[in-house]
């Protein structure tokens, strides 16, 4: 944004999102280096025990730049569209991934707030981002006073979590709970009930997911999607490395409790998606239940558990950019036409971005020999492999509902039915790119899972102490 | 004709499969160029069964051609196919019907789509066929679903949106719930034995999950297939899927894709789990005899020329799960026999009741009367493929339904005593559709009714000779089936425990 200030007005068409894209690829490349480091010497500690440098956090970094990426590309023309060129967005945007990189790599829980607070305050303003839309606004404050509520609860939490053990640092954490018998266990497990509420709440986890459909519908497109990509994998990262790792003492204690956080995420997620008749709402319970799917996987609490939803993460940050890039292109400007009406007929206007947004819909439906199936199916086995059967079940029987909903929008793109609109469809090189980028990865994961696959396993959370 | 190294079984699956992609690819510009691509491609997956079939060594009872590479090393998931004298002739069955499923109707609009989704549903359909690894499979059974969905609807009737939702969305919860059935196998074997595999040979030689497991997950599987028998109550998804299909659509869904759910049973069902299928048997001989005669009285009762052939798909496939759970030779390999003959003669139906709607555009039967008098020929061969469907002596359906009764009735008494019934109920209510379609004196609106043309002929040709050559003389079928299906039977016996009673030979009598 500094930058942006001191060049003179005139930057060149999209030049914002490619020096966004340009950074976010930059710190991609670098957090390769990172894992031959962590791979070669092992997980380390920096910044006075505040970072852990472990093959989870670059996993996250890479993640989360991913999805910098395709957000950028889809922001471009979006911008232009509705008259709001200008860097402040993309600033934003770094700031919320600087912020959720933090999270996915703190070793201390005031660290993993300070975190948890720049992704979040980035997050409100980019939702209110479009001061032409009612909805945007109020999503923004809807979405400030309860982000606002579920930080306070979290903080608290730190408190009690602070008071039980003696230190917000995760290690020293690890190592007394791990060394010490607690003789009134009652501060930790308020502590850690009120982290988890914290950790809902960001999560999209029901019963704290009240605003994801407000929030997700009034909030422009992009920022929608950056929501849903970003906001998720950081907060899961936040909550893979706190409870799996830190708290993986007290396992016997929380895991009941995400068991029931995720049956009512999936219900939540899958049955009241089906009522929408609104496609961003629709996408935006559907996300909840994709988060009831990551729960699952943290749910196990073992190596497979905490590889499945980082594989999960990964997989799912691709699909959602994918569909929301085609819904931006779709919605028109001011995000105007969300109803489903606006994706009648899309096959006959534009048959290439009907059939993309297809093989993305049945990806998050989990249709094999895509990476949305590879996805789940790493989540269920970690699940049977914890002898969680009957959420397994659940689990599969939710994506079957949450089906519905996709093949409802498929329908209305490939029905014949009502004329079509005249105007031809414009579809913007950015939102084509990171369309096809979606798609590729989708469809190649889906064919040859291996290789991420093993990556997921390796990226395996290590709490070290501080120097 | 020694065992050659070409992977015949990839090529079968992989044919079809190239063969959508380039189909999708072809130019917008040439639509002419697609309907003989699609054929090409269909002939030459339809050859390649054939010479599966000539190559295939008769008396065999283990899998043939076996092709295995890994794909997902550390799971233990690979690449594994295999061909055995069950899946033997449900893949050649594929590889004819499917060309003369393309060129039997001509889709309305879209030809391009439409065929390329054909073809892909043909490489899903090979794929569950010939998969010898869990994981594979549950791929494949899953892709046969995407294609039929769009099929469905986008080229069918009125209610096309309802039927494929209905389809899509109860077959997916049926194969949900064999996902984790899977992988709680899995994951149970693993505990047992050691190894992470998803390999069925292995699973299903080594039989090391414990009883009560093992009973769960034959139920989990069970659910899956008995959503695409389907078993009664599970069944209410086909009525409306068959009708509202297009002709083509129709015609594999019944001629191919039913039977995924018989060869599910039998594959995974019997042969991964096979003191849980003996455990079981009771509960599946009775939804089965209830199939049939629900299948059958339904069927009586439909005004629609195409509902009325669907129900009766419920019906007959009522008698291949009879077969498959009584447990004997005669009856399973019946069951199997069944699969092929159901397979041709339903597909046969359908082809023939999508003509009438074409030429009538209706299917109501209270709108066509004394076609016969018009169009003799068609009438003739439709009564051939009625007679078939009964189980007319002489014709194929007689020979898988006798097989399965017989053998049935040395196990499951009273089931095939009701089942038997069955067979009048289905000459009822066929021969009355017959009566009412075809005989009488045609009125204004049924006179232009016109005659069977050439192509149509043509492509029910193959069918027909089908009809009557597996009615006249099938034992080169079950010289082909039995082995299998006695390895497969031996391998229920021992593990669940029973022993069969034993059939006095002929002449061992004085």
């Given at each position: 944004m500094v930058v942006a200030a001191l060049v003179p007005r005139g930057w060149p068409k999209g030049g914002y999102a490619v020096v966004t894209a340009t950074l976010a690829g930059a710190a991609m490349v670098m957090s390769v280096f990172n894992w031959r480091d962590v791979q070669d010497h092992g997980a380390q500690s920096l910044v006075g025990g505040a970072i852990a440098l472990d093959g989870f956090s670059v996993f996250i970094t890479v993640v989360i730049c991913a999805a910098v990426i395709m957000t950028a590309l889809i922001a471009d023309d979006f911008l232009r569209r509705e008259g709001q060129d200008g860097c402040e967005l993309y600033a934003l945007m770094l700031m919320a991934a600087a912020g959720g990189i933090v999270m996915g790599s703190a070793n201390d829980l005031i660290v993993l707030f300070l975190g948890l607070e720049t992704l979040s305050i980035a997050l409100y303003v980019m939702a209110a981002s479009n001061p032409k839309r009612l909805q945007s606004q109020e999503s923004a404050i809807k979405y400030f006073i309860l982000g606002g509520f579920s930080s306070a609860f979290f903080l608290y939490g730190v408190a009690l979590v602070y008071g039980a053990t003696g230190s917000t640092s995760l290690p020293k954490i690890m190592d007394f709970l791990a060394t010490t018998n607690l003789l009134n266990e009652r501060l930790l497990l308020a502590g850690m009930a009120l982290l988890m509420v914290g950790f809902g709440f960001k999560v999209a986890a029901a019963p704290f997911h009240i605003w994801v459909p407000d929030v997700y519908q009034g909030a422009p497109t992009p920022v929608t999607s950056f929501m849903a990509s970003v906001g998720k994998v950081a907060a899961f990262a936040a909550l893979l490395r706190v409870f799996v790792v830190a708290l993986g003492q007290y396992e016997s204690d929380w895991r009941p409790l995400l068991w029931v956080l995720a049956v009512l995420t999936l219900l939540v997620g899958s049955v009241l998606a089906v009522?929408?008749?609104?496609v961003k709402r629709m996408l935006a319970y559907s996300s909840i239940s994709h988060a009831g799917f990551i729960l699952v996987g943290v749910q196990a609490a073992n190596a497979k558990g905490v590889a499945g939803s980082l594989f999960y993460l990964l997989t799912y940050a691709f699909l959602v950019a994918g569909t929301f890039a085609v819904v931006t292109v779709v919605v028109g400007p001011g995000d105007s036409q969300t109803g489903l009406d606006a994706f009648r007929g899309l096959a006959r206007r534009r048959p290439s971005l009907a059939l993309a947004l297809t093989v993305l819909l049945l990806a998050q439906a989990g249709v094999p020999l895509t990476a949305g199936f590879d996805a789940k199916f790493e989540v269920i086995v970690a699940a049977v492999d914890a002898k969680s059967y009957v959420l397994a079940v659940i689990a599969m029987l939710c994506s079957v509902i949450a089906a519905f909903v996709y093949l409802r929008i498929t329908v209305s793109m490939y029905s014949t039915d009502g004329e079509v609109p005249a105007k031809r469809l414009r579809v913007p090189i950015g939102a084509a790119t990171a369309v096809t980028i979606a798609v590729t990865f989708t469809l190649v994961v889906g064919f040859f899972p291996s290789n991420l696959i093993d990556l997921a396993r390796d990226a395996v959370p290590v709490i070290v102490s501080g120097s | 004709m020694a065992g050659s190294t070409f992977p015949i079984l990839s090529a079968l699956i992989v044919t079809p499969g190239v063969g959508a992609v380039v189909v999708a690819l072809l130019p917008k510009q040439r639509p002419q160029l697609v309907k003989p691509v699609a054929l090409l491609v269909t002939l030459a997956t339809a050859a390649l069964t054939v010479y599966l079939l000539v190559d295939f060594k008769t008396g065999a009872a283990g899998f043939q051609d076996v092709t295995k590479h890994s794909w997902i090393g550390s799971l233990g998931i690979s690449w594994h196919l295999g061909v055995d004298g069950i899946s033997l002739f449900l893949v050649v069955l594929t590889g004819i019907l499917f060309p003369i499923a393309l060129l039997a109707a001509d889709p309305p609009h879209d030809a391009k789509s439409y065929t390329a989704w054909i073809l892909l549903l043909e490489a899903g359909v090979l794929g569950s066929f010939l998969s010898l690894d869990l994981f594979l499979f549950f791929v494949f059974f899953e892709i046969v679903l995407v294609p039929m969905y769009f099929l469905i609807g986008g080229w069918g009737y009125d209610n096309r949106v309802y039927a494929s939702l209905k389809f899509f969305l109860f077959t997916m919860a049926g194969s949900a719930v064999m996902l984790v059935g899977i992988f709680t196998t899995v994951a149970l074997h693993a505990n047992e034995t050691g190894t992470v595999t998803f390999d069925v040979v292995e699973i299903a030689t080594s039989q090391s999950i414990s009883q009560n497991a093992a009973r769960w997950l034959f139920l989990a599987f069970a659910l899956a297939f008995a959503v695409k028998v389907p078993l009664i109550p599970l069944h209410t998804w086909l009525p409306d899927a068959h009708t509202q299909a297009p002709t083509a659509g129709s015609v594999l869904l019944a001629g191919v894709l039913l039977k995924l759910g018989s060869y599910g049973f039998l594959r995974f069902g019997l042969y991964l789990f096979p003191e849980a299928s003996h455990y079981f048997a009771p509960l599946f001989l009775t939804l089965g005899t209830i199939g049939i005669i629900y299948g059958a009285i339904c069927a009586c009762m439909q005004r629609d020329l195409k509902r009325l052939v669907a129900y009766s798909s419920v019906a007959h496939m009522g008698f291949i799960v009879l077969g498959t759970f009584a447990f004997t030779m005669q009856s399973v390999t019946g069951g199997v026999l069944q699969m092929v003959n159901h397979g041709v003669s339903t597909g046969a139906l359908f082809i023939l009741v999508g003509f009438i709607s074409e030429r009538r555009h209706t299917r109501e039967i209270s709108a066509l009367k004394g076609l016969q008098a018009v169009a003799p020929i068609f009438a003739a061969v439709f009564i051939v493929v009625a007679f078939s469907s009964i189980g007319l002596p002489g014709l194929n359906g007689f020979v898988g339904e006798f097989l399965v009764l017989i053998g049935s009735f040395l196990t499951a008494r009273w089931w095939t005593v009701v089942a038997a019934g069955g067979v009048i109920l289905a000459a009822l209510y066929l021969l009355w559709a017959v009566q009412r379609v075809f005989m009488g004196e045609p009125d204004e609106a049924n006179r232009s009714f016109k005659e069977l043309t050439l192509r149509e002929g043509l492509v029910m040709a193959p069918l027909l000779a089908l009809i009557v050559f597996c009615g006249v003389y099938p034992k080169p079928l079950i010289d082909r089936i039995e082995p299998s299906v006695k390895e497969l039977v031996t391998h229920v016996e021992k593990y669940a425990g029973f022993e069969l009673p034993v059939t006095p030979t002929p002449g061992a009598k004085g």
């Amino acid at each position: 944004m500094v930058v942006a200030a001191l060049v003179p007005r005139g930057w060149p068409k999209g030049g914002y999102a490619v020096v966004t894209a340009t950074l976010a690829g930059a710190a991609m490349v670098m957090s390769v280096f990172n894992w031959r480091d962590v791979q070669d010497h092992g997980a380390q500690s920096l910044v006075g025990g505040a970072i852990a440098l472990d093959g989870f956090s670059v996993f996250i970094t890479v993640v989360i730049c991913a999805a910098v990426i395709m957000t950028a590309l889809i922001a471009d023309d979006f911008l232009r569209r509705e008259g709001q060129d200008g860097c402040e967005l993309y600033a934003l945007m770094l700031m919320a991934a600087a912020g959720g990189i933090v999270m996915g790599s703190a070793n201390d829980l005031i660290v993993l707030f300070l975190g948890l607070e720049t992704l979040s305050i980035a997050l409100y303003v980019m939702a209110a981002s479009n001061p032409k839309r009612l909805q945007s606004q109020e999503s923004a404050i809807k979405y400030f006073i309860l982000g606002g509520f579920s930080s306070a609860f979290f903080l608290y939490g730190v408190a009690l979590v602070y008071g039980a053990t003696g230190s917000t640092s995760l290690p020293k954490i690890m190592d007394f709970l791990a060394t010490t018998n607690l003789l009134n266990e009652r501060l930790l497990l308020a502590g850690m009930a009120l982290l988890m509420v914290g950790f809902g709440f960001k999560v999209a986890a029901a019963p704290f997911h009240i605003w994801v459909p407000d929030v997700y519908q009034g909030a422009p497109t992009p920022v929608t999607s950056f929501m849903a990509s970003v906001g998720k994998v950081a907060a899961f990262a936040a909550l893979l490395r706190v409870f799996v790792v830190a708290l993986g003492q007290y396992e016997s204690d929380w895991r009941p409790l995400l068991w029931v956080l995720a049956v009512l995420t999936l219900l939540v997620g899958s049955v009241l998606a089906v009522v929408q008749t609104d496609v961003k709402r629709m996408l935006a319970y559907s996300s909840i239940s994709h988060a009831g799917f990551i729960l699952v996987g943290v749910q196990a609490a073992n190596a497979k558990g905490v590889a499945g939803s980082l594989f999960y993460l990964l997989t799912y940050a691709f699909l959602v950019a994918g569909t929301f890039a085609v819904v931006t292109v779709v919605v028109g400007p001011g995000d105007s036409q969300t109803g489903l009406d606006a994706f009648r007929g899309l096959a006959r206007r534009r048959p290439s971005l009907a059939l993309a947004l297809t093989v993305l819909l049945l990806a998050q439906a989990g249709v094999p020999l895509t990476a949305g199936f590879d996805a789940k199916f790493e989540v269920i086995v970690a699940a049977v492999d914890a002898k969680s059967y009957v959420l397994a079940v659940i689990a599969m029987l939710c994506s079957v509902i949450a089906a519905f909903v996709y093949l409802r929008i498929t329908v209305s793109m490939y029905s014949t039915d009502g004329e079509v609109p005249a105007k031809r469809l414009r579809v913007p090189i950015g939102a084509a790119t990171a369309v096809t980028i979606a798609v590729t990865f989708t469809l190649v994961v889906g064919f040859f899972p291996s290789n991420l696959i093993d990556l997921a396993r390796d990226a395996v959370p290590v709490i070290v102490s501080g120097s | 004709m020694a065992g050659s190294t070409f992977p015949i079984l990839s090529a079968l699956i992989v044919t079809p499969g190239v063969g959508a992609v380039v189909v999708a690819l072809l130019p917008k510009q040439r639509p002419q160029l697609v309907k003989p691509v699609a054929l090409l491609v269909t002939l030459a997956t339809a050859a390649l069964t054939v010479y599966l079939l000539v190559d295939f060594k008769t008396g065999a009872a283990g899998f043939q051609d076996v092709t295995k590479h890994s794909w997902i090393g550390s799971l233990g998931i690979s690449w594994h196919l295999g061909v055995d004298g069950i899946s033997l002739f449900l893949v050649v069955l594929t590889g004819i019907l499917f060309p003369i499923a393309l060129l039997a109707a001509d889709p309305p609009h879209d030809a391009k789509s439409y065929t390329a989704w054909i073809l892909l549903l043909e490489a899903g359909v090979l794929g569950s066929f010939l998969s010898l690894d869990l994981f594979l499979f549950f791929v494949f059974f899953e892709i046969v679903l995407v294609p039929m969905y769009f099929l469905i609807g986008g080229w069918g009737y009125d209610n096309r949106v309802y039927a494929s939702l209905k389809f899509f969305l109860f077959t997916m919860a049926g194969s949900a719930v064999m996902l984790v059935g899977i992988f709680t196998t899995v994951a149970l074997h693993a505990n047992e034995t050691g190894t992470v595999t998803f390999d069925v040979v292995e699973i299903a030689t080594s039989q090391s999950i414990s009883q009560n497991a093992a009973r769960w997950l034959f139920l989990a599987f069970a659910l899956a297939f008995a959503v695409k028998v389907p078993l009664i109550p599970l069944h209410t998804w086909l009525p409306d899927a068959h009708t509202q299909a297009p002709t083509a659509g129709s015609v594999l869904l019944a001629g191919v894709l039913l039977k995924l759910g018989s060869y599910g049973f039998l594959r995974f069902g019997l042969y991964l789990f096979p003191e849980a299928s003996h455990y079981f048997a009771p509960l599946f001989l009775t939804l089965g005899t209830i199939g049939i005669i629900y299948g059958a009285i339904c069927a009586c009762m439909q005004r629609d020329l195409k509902r009325l052939v669907a129900y009766s798909s419920v019906a007959h496939m009522g008698f291949i799960v009879l077969g498959t759970f009584a447990f004997t030779m005669q009856s399973v390999t019946g069951g199997v026999l069944q699969m092929v003959n159901h397979g041709v003669s339903t597909g046969a139906l359908f082809i023939l009741v999508g003509f009438i709607s074409e030429r009538r555009h209706t299917r109501e039967i209270s709108a066509l009367k004394g076609l016969q008098a018009v169009a003799p020929i068609f009438a003739a061969v439709f009564i051939v493929v009625a007679f078939s469907s009964i189980g007319l002596p002489g014709l194929n359906g007689f020979v898988g339904e006798f097989l399965v009764l017989i053998g049935s009735f040395l196990t499951a008494r009273w089931w095939t005593v009701v089942a038997a019934g069955g067979v009048i109920l289905a000459a009822l209510y066929l021969l009355w559709a017959v009566q009412r379609v075809f005989m009488g004196e045609p009125d204004e609106a049924n006179r232009s009714f016109k005659e069977l043309t050439l192509r149509e002929g043509l492509v029910m040709a193959p069918l027909l000779a089908l009809i009557v050559f597996c009615g006249v003389y099938p034992k080169p079928l079950i010289d082909r089936i039995e082995p299998s299906v006695k390895e497969l039977v031996t391998h229920v016996e021992k593990y669940a425990g029973f022993e069969l009673p034993v059939t006095p030979t002929p002449g061992a009598k004085g």
